[in-house]
C-alpha cells in the first residue's frame, strides 16, 4: 500500500466521525483566491505553505506558530497562504488555518488537505478558507467531478493537482464545468507520489497537455514540490508556469519571511 492509500485509509475514517457546526452559515464569503494570485503585483507569485511535517520527511517544524510563519511570509511578497491542516500525517489542525485566517482576514488561503467527501467541502468553507485541494491521484471521475461542482458552488476557488499526463486528460472534462474559467488552478506535483522522488520536468509534460486542450490560457498553472531556489522557479517558468506552492524549503531552516525574500530576490 502506498503511502498515499494509507492516507486516504485514514482520511475515510475521519470523515466518518466528522460533524460540522452551525457556525459555517456565519463564515465571510470566499475572497478570489485565483484572481489574488493573477493580480499580485510581486513576481514570481509565490503561495507560501506552513507545514510542520511530511511522511516523506518526517518533522519538518514541528514548533512553529501558524500566525507567525503566516505573518512573516504575507510581509515578504507572499502571494497567497497555504495551510496544511490533516492531522496524522503532516501534523496540521483546522485550528491552525482558523488563526491564521482570524489574524489575517484579508489574506487568501488555501485548505491543504486530502478531500474526498463533501462533508469536508463545507467543513473547508467552515474554517475560512478561500480555496480548496483536489487531488486527482486520490479521486476517482465521478468523485472529481461532484467535489469539484460542489466546491464552486460554495464559493470555493479550486486547485486540481496532477502528477501525470495521464491526470491531465481525466482533469479536462471537469475544468470545461467551471462556472468562471479563472476559479480554477491547474497544479502540477513534481513528486512521484510512489517512490517521492521529484522530477521538475513533469510540470513542463503536463502544463504542454493541457495546453493542447485549448484550456491553459485562462488558468494559473502552479508548480508544486521540490522547488528550493530561483533556479528552480526559472526552470518551472520556463515550462509555463506562473505560480508556485513553496512550504519545505522554506520553513525547514527557520526564518521563513527571510527565506522566501531571498527567493524572491527582495533581500
Known sequence: MSILDQIIAHKRREVERLSLSAESARTPAPRGFARRIRNHTVSPAVIAEFKRASPS???????????????????????????????HFFKGTNEDLQAVRAAYPDAAILRKDFIIDSRQVAETRAIGADAILLILAALDDAELRSLALQSWQAGLDILFEVHDEFEVDRLIPVLKLAPEPDRALFGVNNRDLKTFEVDLNVTRMCIARLRESGLASGIICVGESGIRDRHDIETLTAGGAGAFLIGESLIRNGAPGTQLAKLLERR
Do not use: R
Open 57 to 87: 520527511k518526517g518533522d519538518i517544524a514541528p514548533g512553529v506558530d501558524p500566525v507567525e510563519v503566516a505573518g512573516e511570509y504575507l510581509e515578504n511578497g507572499a502571494a497567497a497562504l497555504s495551510i496544511l491542516t490533516d492531522s
